[in-house]
């Protein structure tokens, strides 16, 4: 019989403690508001790349992912293109989960293991998923931000702030069009059909970098700007539809 | 349906009932109380991600706090068992799809679905301010069992089945898309 770390069921206990719901909203809205840097996607008003998006070279990982997909890597070693790594990309941080993630990097970037190995011992949470996918991207070069977003509830004013990551593709490459192409055809068979309408068309344009939102362990496709569902599972408030970037904490 | 129940570890949850009481001293009946305070703390305190096939035991689940549906099935599900609440494992599908999903049921502890319907709602206006609407429950091995699913707002809420397909509505009834069996815990 393992034992219970009360610590952090009281924290949890004291969290779902009962509220005068009534009253602490009347707080937050009285609250000072934090001050807002607003991310603006047509000026660019964040930090720029100091180079532009290098060649991709996910080739190993993709392989591993085929491998795993049941698809021959050949096809994807010869020529893999935005259309692979849209099809491929879900598959690698969300179908094939972490454990196999871990098993393809310790393959084939085990320089990079010793990012992953606590998680490889002790299980992961999603802040730390965060980050590992952060070593991915670098380690790829593909470019990232790391969004924090405000979550605000359409009717009771309530707000929580949200982070997020984002990978970044040059619009060159056949993207958008070609890696969305995959992302649908990658999701056709797993998904909801409005998740996938979802995903199309929602890569934010930036400095001929198209962005997607990687929902990190959620089981959402990357582009999914809708976070309600993540947000649901966090939190007993679920009527968070709208969002603003509140803060723009990285961008390589 | 593999065996989740072998993971399960209602004993390291013994102080779960004294704790509840601790902190929500006046609500009865004492069992809907439980069914509830169990269901927040997981909702609230712990994240979902995709962990792959290994299933950790449920104290463990208390460390990382983070997990699929099988892994929050049974660390919920261990927690009912501490509480005196009958738990139970449903595997549903959604035809056609490759992955499926684990759902967490508690049987309803009343002995009269109607009351604990009614006793689950007055227990979220009375604590949250919410006003919990439908309840989804099933009946297994002739018992009514409430389904408890970590994507949703309350026990019984099944808006996040619906979306996903597992669950069809069809007027002021429903079933399930593709189910698949159901596992009562020992």
């Known amino acids: ?252 | 349906m593999r065996d989740y129940t072998q993971f399960m570890e209602p004993g390291s949850f013994s102080f779960i009932t004294q704790r509840i009481d601790d902190e929500f001293p006046r609500f009865q009946p004492r069992k809907i109380k439980y069914l509830c305070v169990i269901f927040e703390i997981l909702r609230q305190g712990v994240d979902y991600h995709k962990s792959g096939r290994k299933v950790p035991p449920a104290s463990q689940m208390m460390d990382r706090l983070s997990g699929d549906c099988e892994d929050q099935s049974v660390l919920i599900n261990s927690m009912f068992e501490a509480a005196g609440l009958n738990s139970g494992f449903l595997e549903v599908k959604i035809p056609g799809h490759s992955t499926g999903h684990l759902v967490s049921l508690v049987e309803e502890p009343l002995g009269d679905i109607n009351e604990t319907c009614r006793q689950i709602r007055r227990f979220y206006l009375e604590n949250y301010n919410i006003t919990a609407g439908d309840i989804y429950y099933d009946q297994f091995n002739g018992k009514n069992w409430i389904i408890a699913d970590n994507f949703s707002d309350y026990p019984g809420h099944s808006k996040a089945l619906v979306n996903e397909d597992y669950i069809k509505e069809n007027g002021s009834t429903w079933r399930w898309n593709e189910f698949k069996e159901f596992l009562e815990s020992p």
């Open chain 1, 1 to 252: 019989m393992g034992r219970v770390n009360k610590a952090n069921f009281d924290e949890i206990l004291d969290q779902v403690k009962p509220v005068d719901t009534t009253q602490e909203i009347e707080e937050k809205k009285q609250a000072p508001k934090q001050e807002q840097i607003r991310w603006n996607t047509t000026t660019g008003d964040a930090k720029q790349s100091p180079e532009p998006a290098p060649t991709l070279d996910i080739a190993p990982l993709l392989v591993a992912v085929a491998r795993t997909e049941g698809v021959d890597p050949e096809t994807i070693t010869r020529d893999y293109s935005a259309y692979d790594l849209g099809r491929f990309l879900p598959a690698i941080y969300e179908t094939v989960g972490t454990d196999i993630l871990i098993e393809a990097v310790k393959e084939h970037r085990p320089d990079l293991y010793h990012v992953f190995e606590p998680v490889d011992k002790q299980g992961i949470r999603g802040d730390q998923l965060r980050e590992i996918y952060k070593a991915v991207l670098d380690s790829y070069h593909i470019p990232y931000r790391v969004l924090t977003v405000k979550q605000v509830g359409e009717e009771d004013g309530w707000e929580i702030p949200v982070t997020f990551l984002e990978a970044g593709f040059h619009e060159d490459r056949g993207f958008p069009e070609e890696f969305e192409k995959g992302l649908i055809d990658s999701y056709k068979e797993e998904h909801k059909i409005d998740w996938i309408r979802h995903a199309h068309h929602n890569g934010q344009h930036n400095n001929d970098t198209y962005f997607y939102r990687l929902h990190c362990g959620s089981g959402l496709p990357p582009g999914v700007m809708d976070s309600k569902r993540l947000v649901s599972t966090n939190s007993h408030i679920v009527d968070y539809t709208l969002e603003e970037v509140v803060e723009v904490q990285d961008y390589r």
